[in-house]
């Protein structure tokens, strides 16, 4: 029962004064912290894998794992995950939960206020109830991956985590449904217009708003929105709605998963060099998203995953390419 792991994953990322940046939450490898880097050859005993899995890494850091075990596949790919990065997994579980705070101080009790309002624990609690029992044994075993990473190196944390004295929780299979609450949420980023529309109805008017928040040139006014706030005193009604802005303002700030927006483009087989179908979107969430690469000896895939999450959110399996990108939707 044995993994061996090659040279860990080791990218900076540039978030300008966002208090992720400033956290260093892009990937806790950063710097000269060896101790809380798996090694770099060699073979690793881990319990909690069925038969063995090998971790091999190409010029640009990202991961091959390679197992004859689905099971084991999905184990190794927590493991990678907390290895690569387990202060960014750490705190968006702690910004779903609404306790950013505790890790990074005070100046992130607003957000929490607002998150916990948001209260995506709920969401992700019924989520995790309702799923198939096959789904909840992938998020169990990757959970157990994870932990397998936590508990090898309790004592020998990534600095900023050792230094800020916060003890990370093990990690529950609930709280991979938790991340991807998060990452739907942040997908959406309907929260942040609608309180940023009340607070320019606040200055200008209900009237004025259709105006000034124009959609795409093809789409009328929304005077059907302006509909739903007659009657309604924004200034002795609301009387926190500044407060309430600038928080989600914070959130904002944190470019956590990328910015409104969003582009794709599908090619047919006739109009490409190769002769094959080509899949395209963006991502402005690319600090945040790990390149890897499964192979196990029934399934393939190689993509873009979010650390948290045993899922690949945009990727190919040889068959078929799928992405996942911003809906901007009102949820």
Request: hydrophobic share 45%.
């Amino acid at each position: 029962m044995a993994a061996p792991v090659l040279p860990p994953f080791r990218l900076r990322f540039s978030s300008a004064a966002t208090l992720l940046g400033m956290l260093g939450l892009a990937g806790c490898q950063m710097g000269g912290y060896q101790d809380s880097v798996p090694p770099s050859t060699g073979v690793q005993p881990l319990k909690g894998l069925a038969q063995n899995a090998s971790v091999r890494r190409n010029a640009m850091g990202a991961p091959l794992i390679e197992s004859s075990s689905f099971h084991d596949a999905l184990f190794t790919l927590g493991y990678v995950h907390a290895g690569d990065r387990i202060e960014q997994m750490l705190a968006m579980r702690l910004l779903a939960q609404g306790r950013l705070a505790e890790l990074a101080g005070s100046e992130a009790l607003d957000i929490d206020r607002l998150m916990r309002a948001a209260n995506l624990k709920q969401n992700a609690a019924q989520q995790y109830a309702d799923a198939s029992p096959r789904l909840k044994r992938f998020f169990e075993v990757y959970a157990r991956g994870v932990n397998a990473y936590l508990f090898r190196y309790r004592d020998k944390l990534p600095a900023n985590l050792a230094s800020s004295g916060y003890r990370p929780e093990y990690w529950k299979p609930e709280d991979s449904a938790l991340i991807f609450n998060l990452y739907a949420f942040s997908q959406s980023v309907n929260l942040q217009e609608e309180l940023s529309a009340l607070t320019l109805a606040q200055k200008v008017g209900n009237d004025k708003l259709p105006w000034l928040l124009p959609g795409a040139p093809d789409e009328p006014l929304a005077e059907a929105e302006v509909e739903k706030l007659k009657g309604l005193n924004l200034s002795s009604q609301l009387p926190g709605l500044p407060a309430l802005a600038a928080a989600s303002q914070k959130l904002a700030d944190l470019d956590l998963l990328g910015s409104p927006g969003s582009a794709n483009l599908a090619l047919g087989p006739q109009r490409s060099r190769s002769g094959k179908s080509l899949l395209a979107s963006d991502s402005r969430a690319a600090w945040a998203l790990s390149p890897v690469q499964i192979h196990t000896g029934r399934y393939q895939v190689a993509g873009l995953s979010l650390p948290g999450l045993p899922i690949v959110l945009a990727g190919y399996n040889g068959k078929l390419a799928w992405s996942s990108s911003a809906v901007m939707a009102d949820n």
